[in-house]
């Protein structure tokens, strides 16, 4: 009984994995991405060295074919532009598939600022262009890290832009992966579209504010230069100040979206079954983060769900794992600033193990203004190689 259940399973997703794929179609430079990743992934299993695939960064939902509105989210690619370079200091070879214009390793440490990129330089008298001195050593830091990464073939870098787009890659690097074995690693960090409109549902062009079609049939060839009147009487309705106090049903724009498929189980059944496989979980409710990450955890059958809140990401997670107890990663007290109470002893201090509130997520009315002192990716990815070599050991024992 329990074997023909998971059998039925397993080919329910199969089944909405090739429905899904033969509908919506791949990225244009699908091919070009795919050529580049089986190059950089079969180097680095030559040499025996642990390949990451990093995705980061939100996805779009496109609502036009010719697309000029889309669907998007509030992820800038921070996680996973951050992670990366810690990856790559940890030893790993690093694929980061990436939405397109998101952070990236490296430059992320200037493209994000609060200020423009070019207040980070001057000009000499002699017409060179040089980084001011208050920055010049962590610019030369960071520069000496990158070319370090590039010189060493460690770093390959993927975008995508749509829901659709991401989903292709996802699966054709994860298959390609499967040389690696146990060494390679899937750090899911990318914020994953929930819903899009399926393409045979998708509007050809952009769509309108009102029926211009219909209305310039109705009307026959014209040579006048004015816009008609049913038409300048559409763009009223639809101005944007208009104060008008109800707006007819037939006037608005209803978005019928469908839910994006979890593929999830099929990453772990079929795509890269031996790799180890980490997906990430955001919420703002505390009191279901880790309900939610252990949820996700059973129903997929994977190796970790790190579990963080939208107000305190920056400063902890928590780790879901089999066989493990929850574990809490956070900022150390020491490298945190003082509270908006100027109370020094309330910071950190649910993460000190001997209290009650250990295994609770922190209070951020007791965290400072600002960003922590360190970035808590320093923390995750060591914690993130240890479970991956524990990975590898148990999956050796069983050859």
Same mark, same amino acid.
């Given at each position: 009984m329990s074997s023909n259940t998971t059998g039925t399973s397993a080919s329910s997703h199969q089944v909405v994995e090739n429905d899904y794929f033969g509908s919506n179609p791949p990225p244009k430079a699908l091919p070009k991405h795919v050529a580049a990743a089986e190059s950089f992934i079969n180097h680095h299993a030559a040499a025996g060295r642990r390949v990451v *695939?990093?995705?980061?960064?939100?996805?779009?939902v496109p609502l036009e074919k010719h697309t000029v509105r889309f669907i998007d989210n509030f992820s800038a690619g921070t996680r996973g532009a951050t992670s990366a370079e810690y990856f790559l200091e940890s030893g790993y070879a690093v694929i980061f598939l990436h939405r397109q214009f998101s952070l990236l390793p490296y430059s992320r440490h200037y493209s994000h600022s609060t200020d423009c990129f070019l207040d980070f330089l001057h000009e000499n008298p002699d017409g060179s262009v040089v980084a001011n001195p208050s920055h010049q050593d962590k610019m030369l830091? #960071?520069?000496? !890290?990158?070319?370090?990464? %590039?010189?060493?073939?460690?770093?390959?870098?993927?975008?995508? #832009?749509?829901?659709?787009?991401? &989903? @292709? !890659?996802?699966?054709? #690097?994860?298959? *390609?992966?499967? =040389?690696?074995? =146990?060494?390679?690693? &899937?750090?899911?960090?990318?914020?994953?579209?929930?819903?899009?409109?399926?393409?045979?549902?998708?509007?050809? @062009? %952009?769509?309108q504010s009102m029926d211009v079609t219909e209305i310039l049939k109705q009307q026959g060839p014209t040579t006048q230069t004015t816009e008609p009147r049913e038409v300048q009487q559409e763009e009223e309705t639809f101005d944007n100040f208009d104060s008008s106090p109800a707006v007819p049903r037939s006037k608005r724009l209803i978005v019928d979206l469908d839910p994006v498929p979890k593929f999830l189980k099929n990453l772990v059944d079929g795509w890269a079954p031996e790799g180890m496989i980490v997906s990430f979980k955001l919420e703002t409710d505390p009191a279901i983060l880790v309900y939610k990450a252990k949820y996700s955890l059973e129903r997929y059958q994977h190796h970790l769900v790190i579990g963080n809140l939208l107000s305190t990401r920056k400063w902890e997670v928590v780790f879901v794992a089999p066989g493990h107890k929850d574990r809490w990663i956070r900022v150390p007290i020491s490298r945190r600033k003082k509270t908006l109470s100027g109370v020094e002893e309330l910071v950190g201090a649910a993460d000190r193990d001997s209290t009650s509130e250990a295994d609770k997520p922190l209070d951020p009315a007791t965290l400072p203004e600002g960003e922590p002192e360190i970035e808590i990716e320093s923390l995750i990815i060591p914690a993130v190689e240890e479970l991956h070599s524990k990975h590898i050991e148990v999956a050796s024992s069983k050859k």
């Open positions: *695939l990093v995705t980061s960064g939100g996805t779009t830091r #960071v520069l000496r !890290e990158y070319n370090a990464a %590039k010189r060493q073939n460690l770093l390959l870098m993927l975008p995508f #832009v749509t829901i659709t787009d991401y &989903l @292709h !890659e996802l699966r054709a #690097v994860a298959q *390609l992966m499967r =040389p690696l074995g =146990p060494n390679g690693l &899937l750090y899911l960090a990318a914020a994953v579209s929930d819903f899009f409109v399926p393409a045979d549902r998708m509007s050809e @062009h %952009k769509i």
